[in-house]
């Protein structure tokens, strides 16, 4: 039997009855008065179970042992014995666990009456005890343990130095990254000070600097400092970061520190890293900036001139048909500014920079004009471009016309581009109107490609088109719809878009504009009285344009009746003729498949049928045999506007127009107003002379000045009402003029309005312009009536009324080719350029160089001769350098291109 050390001297003695007995009731050890008791000897007792000594209370005996293993605690019963006198015991069954290599077991203490606990049992809790306290201590032991191997795995894993220390500033623990970066072991660095230790120099003064972990004692707050270089025992040194912090006990006080340090070598190149690519990358913005400063300045200024002179020529008395040619051109060719401008719109809306100039303007004009302007690449693919302008739209609202131009050019050229067949439509019509305000809702359709609806989330994104695909196939800088989606959140509006794959797609937006009626020009538009109420035949295969006439013609009040093909038409005309009711007006397409419109015009009898128009394709050229000794009342242009048909309805019925057609599609003619006498100081001759054109048929008078030297002495010496100064010229440039020109009027007191005329249109430009003293500011390319308008405004009483940079596609609208007797007039000017070009050589004059050649690069980009203009160039570029070696070589590539240009242009000579 197993037992207690000491168990047989000391429960040998107790004259109680007591038995050690397992949980499930073995004997382990019994006393000499148990063994007396139930009549057995104690080595007899060996092996047995207490139940084989109890007599009834078997299953009493069982339940208090379980009980007692239960609730490891003291239970006491009674139960009867098969001792000698069968004899009422009572017991206590005390618990006792395990301890060393003993099992758990059960002490029953047998008595006769409740007496108190003897020696043994006190002896027996104060073993409990101890070995209880053994195991907790044991226990400690091993948590203390564990929590020092986690600290010290803690610390190895932090990436930086750490050193703690007591009150005094002593090390007491430093972590392996603190011994690295000190070059101190911990065993000697234990017991020292941090003064010993740490060696922190100020990165600026290099002068030993004040332990952070000293200044943490002494003024008991965390302290960061940074530019510190850290010395270590070897002497190299690094660039570091410290934290320093007091450690406190439970009452507040501190009873030491801890000082976290970090090697930033490698944050200081990465900061020297990103410094240098914000450099890179601040001077490729600039880079940038310049450079779309210099493509404006130069594509603007030859634009200028032939948008100019295109100008001049639609206001004078032109064949219908040159007219026409001229018109088309000039609004379809303005598309070569837009896309400049949405390179420069682009770097206004990553600069969040984009100017309004809201200004009164007809809506129907600015649709019209966007859809003509697209007409000829519709034509060539041979799509039907309709435009429905609703009654519900005002004559006149202000807005900036320009701007919306733009939108719809984009969404226009893009519906253009990824349709292959069928239609193209652009609709405006009143979403709302209250008071003086209105919500104009512009929607632009097509059957086109259509786009996923993946990448409808994607495509107002700049440089993205919906496919990779698409970019190859059709081209595009993918910019044009993330401009058109800044430009209408600009504008207060909102842009939507509906589309299938394959079927086609339908942008959506809404501008706001302020209705203005005071400037509100509508002509009531009348129809012949014999065509009031009358019916009308409109014959179009394409459904879209049918209904559109059709429509056009009911506001008109007629009543219009579609056929699709010659054959419906025909049978439509004798069934209306028969009845007593025939067609007064018939709208026939004059280009269809199968039987096309020529065969059903013949076909109609005059008498019945008094008034034919016919519908003539935007490319009448190539059917002009169709429309040749062919009787129709009038022609009308697709698309069409509602003024145009009206128009040939009441030319077919020889009544004068009541509407005014302008050949640029703006209405905005040129009205003669006080004469003024200006100054032009600009350098190039081809902008002098058209300057001189728009002024002369403004009725103004002029002074040309060659540059700022001129400009300042004719205004010394005479008298002008407005100047208007060019900024880019040689010797004295604009800015430079201008302040000596306002310097001296301090002395007179009088003041000339100053216009800058200038091909920048960056934003922040025209701010430099007023900054320095001149009154308005012009961005190339502009027409005579905006030149005479700001004249008028700077010259008034009350001056300008508000000063504003134009938008840059403003009046942009064609680069027409020149006639032979323009290129004779540039080729005269490119002479007395290249005689400058080359006397400043002969004379080594650098700067006369470089002045001369750039204005011959200029004027050459008028009537594209690259040969020149690429020598022109070169030699531009060597002025600006100073190294003339090379400028002899490159005057004589110059002086051949000249002749190859004026061999290609003979007629020039004798114009």
């Not at 430009?765 to 027409?783: H, N, Q, S, V, W």
């Not at 750039?854 to 030699?875: N, P, Q, T």
Request: proline share 5%.
């Amino acid at each position: 039997m197993k037992s207690e050390p000491g168990w047989s001297h000391i429960a040998d003695a107790l004259p109680e009855p007591q038995v050690l007995v397992s949980p499930r009731g073995e004997i382990c050890r019994s006393n000499r008065a148990f063994a007396d008791m139930v009549g057995q000897s104690q080595d007899e007792l060996g092996g047995k179970t207490i139940e084989e000594f109890v007599s009834a209370s078997r299953p009493r005996l069982g339940e208090l042992l379980r009980r007692c293993q239960r609730s490891r605690d003291t239970v006491r019963g009674s139960v009867r014995f098969m001792s000698r006198d069968s004899t009422d015991f009572r017991f206590d069954g005390i618990w006792i666990p395990a301890t060393g290599d003993a099992d758990p077991s059960i002490l029953l203490r047998f008595s006769l009456k409740n007496v108190s606990a003897g020696p043994f049992v006190a002896l027996r809790e104060k073993i409990n005890e101890l070995n209880h306290q053994a195991a907790r201590r044991r226990n400690t032991e091993k948590l203390l343990r564990e929590q020092k191997e986690w600290l010290q795995g803690t610390l190895s894993s932090i990436g930086e130095g750490l050193i703690a220390t007591n009150a005094l500033g002593q090390i007491r623990l430093m972590n392996e990254e603190a011994q690295r970066l000190t070059g101190w072991p911990g065993a000697e660095a234990v017991g020292a000070t941090v003064s010993e230790v740490f060696h922190a120099i100020d990165e600026r003064s290099g002068e030993l600097r004040l332990g952070a972990v000293t200044e943490a004692l002494d003024k008991g707050r965390v302290v960061k400092r940074s530019g510190g270089l850290l010395t270590d025992r070897e002497g190299k040194i690094r660039p570091i970061q410290e934290t320093a912090a007091p450690i406190r006990n439970d009452r507040g006080q501190p009873i030491g520190a801890v000082l976290v340090f970090r090697d930033v070598t490698r944050e200081r190149s990465a900061e020297k890293d990103i410094r240098r690519a914000k450099e890179v990358a601040e001077s490729a913005n600039r880079a940038k900036s310049e450079f779309l400063a210099t493509l404006s300045h130069e594509l603007r200024t030859p634009m200028n001139v032939v948008i100019g002179m295109t100008d001049l020529a639609l206001d004078s008395e032109l064949d219908a048909d040159v007219r026409d040619n001229l018109s088309t051109a000039y609004e379809a060719a303005g598309n070569l500014l837009y896309l400049l401008d949405d390179l420069l719109d682009l770097s206004k809306i990553e600069a969040r920079k984009i100017e309004l100039d809201e200004r009164p303007f007809k809506p129907r004009d600015v649709v019209y004009e966007a859809i003509r302007g697209l007409s000829l690449q519709a034509a060539e693919k041979q799509l039907e471009l309709t435009c429905l302008v609703h009654p519900s739209v005002p004559d006149v609202v202000r807005g900036d016309a320009p701007r919306l131009r733009q939108i719809l050019l984009n969404l226009l050229g893009n519906a253009v581009k990824f349709t292959e067949s069928g239609d193209v439509s652009l609709s405006v019509r009143a979403k709302t109107r209250e008071n003086r305000g209105c919500e104009l809702q512009y929607t632009v359709e097509d059957t086109g490609l259509g786009i996923s609806q993946a990448d409808q989330g994607r495509i107002f994104s700049p440089f993205v088109q919906a496919d990779s695909s698409s970019k190859r196939v059709f081209g595009g800088s993918g910019l044009g719809l993330s401009i058109v989606s800044a430009l209408v959140e600009r504008m207060g509006g909102e842009l939507a878009v509906e589309s299938e794959l394959a079927t086609g797609s339908s942008f959506r937006f809404t501008i706001p504009h302020h209705v203005d009626q005071e400037h509100d020009s509508t002509v009531t538009q009348r129809l012949p009285a014999d065509l009031a109420a009358a019916e009308a035949l409109v014959v179009d295969d394409r459904m879209s344009n049918a209904s559109l006439v059709a429509s056009l013609l009911s506001e008109l009040g007629m009543r219009p009746t579609i056929a699709t093909d010659v054959d419906v038409a025909c049978r439509r005309l004798a069934k209306a003729a028969s009845s007593g009711q025939p067609f007064r007006l018939a709208v026939v397409d004059g280009v269809m498949p199968g039987l096309d419109g020529r065969t059903l015009i013949e076909s109609i009898d005059p008498s019945v049928t008094a008034t034919v128009l016919m519908l003539s394709p935007t490319e009448r050229k190539a059917h002009a045999e169709r429309f040749d000794n062919l009787s129709v009342g009038a022609i009308v242009d697709k698309p069409i506007r509602p003024e145009d048909l009206l128009e040939a309805i009441r030319a077919a019925k020889g009544l004068p127009a009541e509407t005014k057609k302008s050949g640029r599609g703006s209405g905005d003619a040129l009205l003669r107003s006080e004469s003024k006498r200006v100054l032009v100081a600009e350098d190039t001759p081809a902008n002098q002379k058209l300057l001189k054109a728009f002024l002369r048929r403004a009725g103004h008078t002029t002074e040309v000045a060659n540059d700022g030297n001129e400009a300042i002495a004719l205004h010394a010496q005479e008298t002008f009402d407005v100047i208007l100064m060019d900024v880019q010229m040689p010797h004295v440039d604009g800015f430079e003029a201008t302040q000596r020109i306002r310097a001296a009027e301090l002395d007179t007191g009088e003041r000339t309005p100053i216009i800058a005329l200038s091909a920048h249109a960056m934003s922040g430009f025209r701010e430099k312009c007023l900054d320095i003293g001149m009154d308005d500011y012009m961005a190339k390319p502009f027409t005579g009536a905006e030149l005479n308008e700001r004249i008028q405004a700077v010259t008034s009483p009350a001056g300008p009324p508000a000063l504003r940079t134009p938008a840059p596609d403003e009046s942009a609208q064609n680069h027409q080719p020149l006639s032979e007797p323009m290129v004779a007039r540039f080729l005269d000017d490119f002479d007395e350029l290249s005689s400058r070009i080359r006397t400043a050589i002969e004379q080594a004059n650098k700067k006369e160089l470089e002045h001369a050649a750039h204005a011959l690069r200029g004027s050459s980009g008028f009537i594209k001769a690259e040969d020149v203009m690429d020598a022109a160039a070169r030699l531009e570029k060597i002025g600006v350098s100073g190294r003339l070696d090379d400028a002899p070589d490159v005057f004589d590539q110059l002086v051949r291109a000249l002749d190859a240009l004026r061999e290609n242009h003979p007629d020039s000579s004798t114009a």
